[in-house]
């Protein structure tokens, strides 16, 4: 993004033959600079006497950042989540999401504001691989994996992320690997969910890197697991070679229960 301006003008100032972007003149040199500007070829400027009273909060958030000399936090996630690419068009929205990040909103209501600023895949690209990518660069406590993970897996404008440039699988298989308590948190909530195409990965993610231990204690978990939705001699949990042709989430939950019940009755080296 290129943004142009300077605090202390007497005449009209330009970079690179255009004119500065914002300007801040004395009020009794303001017609002059204006006509030098407009005279140079460039659309007339807008003359601001004073901020108006409704000024959005994002502009507010973005002038009280300007003011705050080396405590630069607006500034610090503009650098971070914008890249050669981004065009100016995408300023507002940035600081709406960083409104978002920092007013503690739940990330799933951050996701929305994302997708609703980027709605094509393409969009936003790099901000969204910043969020979304896994590797928290930012000061913000609540930008966790698993806040991430079930957010994508259940919004309703998961066309606007893609599933092939945002490394969910690795997220949800580390996560479940370094932090089992987490992921089976993770998993149980995803079971009792309503999922898109994202979220169904992100589920067999998390089975298919679980141990066979933490599986075993998430499959002994009261509320971890949803009833079956198969007649009882058809369910694929009878059948561990129908099994292995199940989909859906309940049928996950079948092969869950199923992989810790192979793990309760192998002979232990002690019994041997």
């Known amino acids: 993004m290129s943004f ?7 005449s009209a100032r330009t970079y690179e033959n ?28 807008v003359v601001l006497d004073s901020a108006p009273i409704d000024s959005p909060r994002w502009a507010i ?5 300007l003011l705050q000399g080396e405590q630069k936090p607006v500034r610090d996630f503009l650098w971070c989540v914008a890249d050669n690419h981004s065009p100016r068009a995408y300023f507002e929205s940035f ?15 951050v996701l929305e504001l994302i997708a609703e600023a980027f709605p094509s895949p393409s969009d936003g690209h790099h901000l969204k691989s910043v969020l979304l990518g896994g590797q928290n660069k930012l000061p913000i406590t609540h930008l966790e994996p698993k806040a991430i993970l079930f957010a994508l897996g259940t919004t309703e404008r998961y066309q606007s992320f893609d599933l092939d440039q945002l490394p969910v699988v690795e997220q949800a298989s ?26 169904d990965e992100v589920l067999k993610a ?12 998430f499959a002994a978990g009261p509320t971890a697991v949803p009833a079956c939705p198969f007649p009882r001699k058809s369910c694929p949990g009878n ?8 989909r859906g989430p309940q049928a996950r939950a079948i092969r869950v229960s199923f992989r810790a019940a192979k793990y309760r009755a192998r002979p232990r080296a002690a019994d041997r």
């Open 95 to 109: 600081l709406k999401i960083y409104d978002g990040l920092t007013d503690s909103l739940p990330f799933s209501n």
């Open 18 to 45: 255009r004119p500065l972007d914002v300007q801040c003149v004395p009020v009794a040199t303001s017609r002059q600079v204006s006509r030098e500007i407009a005279e140079a070829g460039f659309d007339q400027p």
């Open 174 to 199: 580390r996560l479940i690997r370094e932090q089992p308590r987490v992921g089976r948190q993770l998993l149980s909530e995803l079971f009792r969910a309503s999922l898109n195409s994202i979220g």
């Open 239 to 246: 059948d561990s070679r129908a099994l292995a042709d199940c």
């Open 206 to 217: 998390l089975i298919l890197a679980m141990r066979p231990e933490d599986a075993l204690e």
């Open 61 to 65: 958030l973005a002038a009280i950042d």
């Open 4 to 10: 142009t301006f300077c605090t202390g003008s007497l």
